[in-house]
């Protein structure tokens, strides 16, 4: 595979949304989602999140489970992975409170249409051999000017060139955080591999779905998803992690 690995890590209603008929910052998963989620992020060498949904929340995820903080260690990571916001404009409030996290930080620029376009409702550890992701230089900005309180930035024309230069970049594993236009863009294009979803004991209604009405998912990407984890979490939550060969 000459691309990364994206796993898309979501916690949902029973159906199917992702915050309440008003609208604003998801607030669903309890303490079995952030169990799960900060696996996954353990697992991952970045994440992606929509520019929106960073907006909204203000912060990105971080892993604080001490045991996963060593094991990141062992492996020769950082303890937290590279946090990639995926943007048009590259444009973020410098007063967000994700420019003062201890973690790295990553822009990407995408003008793919597909991710431009789509409607915002919501904006094994690693082997030790792989390169360190700290160590890792980044490519030009064909042209554009660099950001602020990003020391990584990529500015690609479509998902392909991007995942091909994030790939390239020794990131192997990525972790998709939201919001719905970036996961709908993603399907899009028959890019995620891997469904984890935590079922959160709420009904909520609205329009808020992490699959729009008018979300298009390539024919591809429609089946042949394998149930490969489940697992029942605290607070009546229900992992469900779903992977396509």
Same mark, same amino acid.
């Given at each position: 595979?000459?691309?990364?690995?994206?796993?898309?890590?979501?916690? =949902?209603?029973?159906?199917?949304?992702?915050?309440?008929a008003e609208g604003g910052a998801a607030q669903?998963?309890?303490?079995?989602?952030?169990?799960?989620?900060? !696996? %996954? #992020? $353990?697992?991952a060498d970045a994440v992606l999140v929509g520019?929106?949904?960073?907006?909204?929340?203000?912060?990105?995820?971080? =892993?604080?489970?001490? !045991?996963?903080?060593?094991?990141?260690?062992?492996? &020769?990571?950082?303890?937290?992975?590279?946090? =990639?916001?995926?943007?048009?404009?590259?444009?973020?409030?410098?007063?967000?409170?994700?420019?003062?996290?201890?973690?790295?930080? &990553?822009?990407?620029?995408?003008?793919?249409?597909?991710?431009? $376009?789509?409607?915002?409702?919501l904006e094994r550890a690693r082997q030790p051999?792989?390169?360190?992701?700290?160590?890792?230089?980044?490519?030009?900005?064909?042209?554009? $000017? $660099?950001?602020?309180?990003?020391?990584?930035?990529?500015?690609?024309?479509?998902?392909?060139?991007?995942?091909?230069?994030?790939?390239? %970049?020794?990131?192997?594993?990525?972790?998709?955080?939201?919001? %719905?236009?970036?996961?709908?863009?993603?399907?899009?294009?028959?890019?995620?591999? !891997?469904?984890?979803?935590?079922?959160?004991?709420?009904?909520? &209604?609205?329009?808020?779905?992490?699959?729009?009405?008018?979300?298009?998912?390539?024919?591809?990407?429609?089946?042949?998803?394998?149930?490969? !984890?489940?697992?029942? #979490?605290?607070?009546?939550?229900?992992?469900?992690?779903?992977?396509?060969?």
């Open positions: 595979m000459n691309r990364p690995q994206l796993r898309l890590v979501l916690a =949902i209603s029973l159906d199917g949304r992702l915050a309440a669903l998963g309890g303490a079995g989602d952030r169990q799960v989620l900060e !696996e %996954a #992020l $353990a697992w520019a929106q949904t960073l907006r909204l929340h203000g912060s990105s995820c971080l =892993i604080h489970r001490p !045991e996963l903080l060593t094991q990141r260690s062992a492996a &020769g990571l950082a303890p937290q992975p590279l946090a =990639i916001v995926v943007s048009r404009s590259g444009l973020l409030p410098a007063t967000l409170p994700f420019f003062q996290q201890p973690l790295q930080r &990553g822009l990407l620029r995408l003008d793919a249409p597909a991710f431009v $376009a789509a409607p915002t409702s051999e792989r390169p360190r992701q700290r160590s890792l230089p980044s490519p030009p900005l064909q042209g554009r $000017a $660099a950001s602020p309180g990003f020391a990584r930035q990529w500015a690609c024309p479509d998902w392909s060139s991007a995942l091909a230069q994030l790939a390239a %970049a020794g990131l192997g594993r990525l972790v998709v955080l939201g919001g %719905a236009s970036l996961a709908t863009s993603l399907l899009a294009e028959n890019l995620l591999d !891997e469904l984890q979803l935590t079922l959160c004991p709420r009904l909520l &209604g609205g329009p808020h779905s992490w699959l729009g009405p008018t979300a298009r998912v390539a024919g591809a990407s429609q089946g042949g998803w394998r149930l490969v !984890e489940q697992r029942a #979490l605290a607070g009546e939550e229900l992992l469900l992690r779903y992977r396509r060969d």
